[in-house]
């Protein structure tokens, strides 16, 4: 899933190994309006759920609270 949060572009997609989702998130900025997208933060794996959606869901809060607290 990927999305726009304030200045930044998220990326929440899970990794899917063996039944087990992986929750994960990139988190890009803009170098400039309409340059390229930079990463800026990898949260590495948040947990392990047992379906997509939920992954998806705790990638989601995780990278909205990082956004949040890492807005200049």
């Not at 572009?9 to 390229?36: F, N, Q």
């Not at 998806?56 to 956004?67: D, G, K, L, P, V």
Request: net charge negative; proline share 3%; charged share 25%.
């Amino acid at each position: 899933m990927q999305f726009d949060y304030k200045h930044f572009h998220i990326d929440a997609s899970p990794l899917d190994e063996g039944g087990r989702y992986y929750a994960r998130a990139k988190i890009y900025r803009r170098t400039s309006a309409g340059g390229d997208a930079v990463e800026v933060k990898y949260s590495g794996d948040l947990g392990d759920y047992p379906s997509d959606a939920a992954a998806i869901e705790a990638s989601r809060q995780w990278a909205i609270q990082w956004c949040d607290a890492n807005s200049a």
